[in-house]
């Protein structure tokens, strides 16, 4: 079946430590996104690739970095700059971007600190 | 820029009644889509809204696209316990902007 998967499901990070989390997708499309979600909040946006090799910052883009090195993969790094990260990440893909089509959702990441 | 806010945060409805959700732009809108995310699960994709005045239906679902394109609703009939979840809307003018959803518990 096609879809998105995203690893760790849970992840914890110390203290001024860098973690990655993995999301892949093998329905053939083009751009994928990086989404935020703290309790009692809307997605927000952290960054999204619209084609291999290029990226944008979302909303709240300090503190992650991204790659899209493949069409299949686009990992997101928290660094020790993301102060408060603690949240539930959700990584996203649709077949063009940013908008206009359905965007497919991995079941997320749920990133603690320690 | 772009905000999109969704009323109400929560609904808490007796079984077998009929609920709205309502969704706003700041700005006029290209199209708006619908989510719903169940307890413990991932967003999922309902239904896409792109002509002004657009109503849809699915089965007891009904979804709405104001005039102004500025605008968008949900409204649930008979609800039942698999209606349980987070209702999202997300409007789109040059990206996807998502509402923070209104959480609707159901009691039986």
């Known amino acids: 079946d096609g879809g998105i998967t995203q690893s760790p499901k849970y992840l914890f990070r110390k203290e001024g430590q860098n973690v990655t989390l993995s999301c892949e997708q093998n329905?053939?499309?083009?751009?994928m996104y990086w989404y935020r979600q703290d309790p009692g909040q809307g997605l927000r946006l952290i960054y999204y690739?619209?084609?291999?090799?290029?990226?944008q910052k979302g909303d709240i883009a300090e503190g992650y970095s991204v790659s899209r090195e493949k069409k299949e993969s686009f990992p997101l790094t928290v660094t020790s700059a993301q102060k408060n990260p603690t949240a539930f990440y959700l990584c996203?893909?649709?077949?063009?971007?940013?908008?206009?089509?359905?965007?497919?959702f991995g079941d997320g990441t749920r990133l603690s600190i320690l | 820029g772009q905000q999109v806010m969704q009323i109400p945060q929560y609904q808490h409805v007796q079984e077998g009644e009929d609920f709205t959700t309502y969704c706003n732009s700041s700005?006029?809108?290209?199209?708006i889509q619908w989510y719903k995310q169940r307890p413990g699960g991932h967003p999922v994709f309902l239904i896409q809204?792109?002509?002004?005045?657009e109503v849809k239906k699915q089965k007891r679902l009904t979804f709405q696209f104001g005039e102004a394109k500025k605008n968008s609703s949900l409204h649930i009939t008979a609800t039942q316990t698999t209606d349980v979840g987070t209702y999202f809307c997300?409007?789109?003018?040059?990206?996807?902007?998502f509402g923070a959803g209104t959480t609707v518990t159901v009691r039986a």
């Open positions: 329905l053939n499309h083009d751009a």
């Open positions: 809204l792109v002509k002004s005045g």
């Open positions: 700005t006029t809108l290209s199209n």
């Open positions: 996203a893909s649709s077949p063009q971007g940013p908008g206009g089509q359905p965007q497919h």
């Open positions: 997300a409007g789109n003018d040059y990206k996807l902007s």
């Open positions: 690739s619209q084609i291999v090799n290029d990226f």
